[in-house]
């Protein structure tokens, strides 16, 4: 979290041509709107109509919401479309950032009186939020940097997924697996319903099946 996520995150997004993030089109326009809304929409949902408390809202809503894009898409989705910018820069620049956030203000001492604004500021300090913002604005000033420092960096950035993995593995061992309605919602939403709702509302729109099987993937 402190130096490997962010140089991940950093590496991949500076990396990426500023042609392609700037004629991304209507694809990108549909993954972007999808990615936002389906984090969106249940956070609000899981917040304010099952009064779940805002920690737990934020969670399922990014297990819903975020696609395991960074892991798999990078390999798979780029393999088939040639490009998965516009679903990572969604991701890295409104999902991860507000997820930060969010999780300041749900987790933080209520003791200390500390003020929405600080835990905000405090939030936005952290690398990993910051770095694929500052990613972004090197990309869109053409600003290129040598390959041998960007790909170094991704080097650095890849224990973030052994490093995940691992620590998933021991939460896995030490806690015990329940299947709950809320676990049955959140894969249905995450496999089923995000997708179908793209697929249909993309085809009531005119979008060619070519472009529709971008976006739903």
């Known amino acids: ?22 004629t991304m089109g209507p694809v990108a326009v549909a993954i972007i709107l999808a990615l936002i809304l389906s984090f969106v929409i249940p956070l609000l949902v899981a917040r304010y109509l099952f009064r779940r408390n805002l920690a737990l809202s934020t969670l399922q809503a990014l297990a819903i919401g975020s696609p395991a894009v960074p892991f798999i898409g990078t390999s798979v989705l780029a393999f088939l479309f040639g490009t998965v910018s516009a679903s990572l820069i969604t991701q890295n620049v409104f999902q991860l950032p507000l997820v930060m956030i969010l ?62 993995l691992f620590a998933a593995g021991i939460v896995l061992y030490t806690r ?26 993309l085809l009531k729109m005119g979008f060619s099946m070519e472009q529709i099987k971008e976006v739903v993937l």
């Open 103 to 164: 999780m300041s203000v749900a987790t933080g001492d209520k003791s200390q009186h500390i003020s929405f604004g600080a835990r905000v500021v405090n939030a936005i300090k952290q690398p990993v939020v910051w770095s694929p913002v500052i990613a972004l604005i090197i990309v869109l000033a053409d600003i290129h940097i040598p390959q041998t420092i960007s790909m170094s960096l991704g080097l650095l950035g890849k224990a973030s997924g052994g490093l995940a």
């Open 176 to 201: 015990s697996i329940v299947i709950t309605t809320a676990t049955i919602i959140t894969v249905i939403a995450r496999n089923i319903l995000v997708p179908g709702a793209c697929y249909l509302i």
């Open 1 to 22: 979290i402190l130096y490997a996520l962010p140089l991940s995150i950093f590496s991949n997004m500076v990396m990426t041509p500023r042609h392609i993030v700037m």
